[in-house]
């Protein structure tokens, strides 16, 4: 019997992607204290703040990976609010219509938004994307009695009580899921903190402190795996971005392409969104950055 022996040449190994920030196309309009949920791929930008401060927005915009287009609008212009989900299954919370904070929740299913539960109390100044429209969160931030620490759970149609933060905080940055999630920096109320803290489901227990205390950065990851980026520190707006492996915090060698802080934000530790926000002379600008 006649074997035939077949030898197979050896794949060329797939070259490992090492992420790195860039420019791409602008957003819908130059604003700051916007929310943005999705991926790099698909996502949403809503509301904000614009040079016509103090005035709360309505415009929203779709992301499709390479540029931004207009889409329905929200029935209340807000500023400095909350937000969690994906592209065709996303929320907003909270914020601040500038003269009013509001409690009211806006669901969006890829075309248009509608109405969903409202938070138990108004809040501003809250947590972004941390969770999904059926298991989302609004963690911390300034309510009309002040900043406070308690934390609410959103189950697709009314909110919760969770557990509360160790300490009151704003302007803080989060992300993760309901059941494993990362809450870095802000202020209580207006000192700097550079405490982490991170979720099970139930409880909040400390994380390793940031290299260096601040506010309005952007956030990626969770309890296990993390990223923060930009943001105000205690002297300016920053480009840096830091690294956290479960337990410690440390300086990557990446940079933003530019400073700011404020930013809508949104993705994962290898490819994330930071869209909009104030540059470091405090001007709302339109800047589209993506990391991948």
């Known amino acids: ?35 943005t949920f999705g991926t790099i791929s698909a996502a949403v930008g809503a509301g904000g703040e614009g040079a016509s401060w103090p005035t709360g927005n309505t415009l929203c915009f779709d992301w499709n990976g390479t540029s931004w287009s207009a889409t329905s609008n929200l029935s209340v212009g807000v500023a400095q609010f909350g937000c969690f989900g994906t592209a065709t299954a996303g929320a907003v919370m909270g914020g601040t219509t500038i003269t009013v904070l509001v409690a009211r929740t806006e669901e969006y299913n890829g075309t248009s938004w509608s109405a969903g539960g409202d938070l138990s109390a108004t809040v501003n100044r809250n947590s972004t994307n941390v969770g999904t429209l059926t298991a989302g969160m609004s963690i911390s931030g300034e309510g009309s009695g002040g900043v406070v620490q308690s934390t609410e759970e959103y189950n697709g149609s009314s909110w919760s009580a969770g557990g509360n933060l160790s300490q009151s905080i704003r302007d803080h940055a989060g992300s993760g899921t309901q059941l494993d999630a990362i809450v870095t920096g802000g202020r209580n109320p207006t000192t700097f903190q550079n405490k982490t803290e991170e979720y099970n489901g139930s409880s909040w227990s400390a994380g390793g402190n940031l290299v260096i205390a601040v506010q309005g950065q952007g956030s990626a990851g969770n309890s ?16 840096k971005q830091y690294l956290y492996d479960g337990s410690s915090w440390s300086t990557d060698s990446k940079t933003m392409i530019l400073a700011k802080r404020g930013f809508g934000y949104c993705g994962s530790t290898s490819q994330a969104l930071a869209v909009g926000g104030r540059n470091i002379s405090n001007t709302p600008i339109a800047t589209t950055q993506i990391y991948s």
């Open 224 to 239: 296990s795996s993390a990223m923060i980026f930009g943001g105000i520190d205690t002297t300016d707006e920053t480009d």
């Open 1 to 35: 019997m006649r074997r035939h022996f077949f030898y197979i040449k050896n794949a060329a190994p797939t070259p490992v992607v090492d992420p790195t920030w860039a420019a791409s196309a602008n957003y819908g309009q130059a604003i700051g204290a916007l929310i």
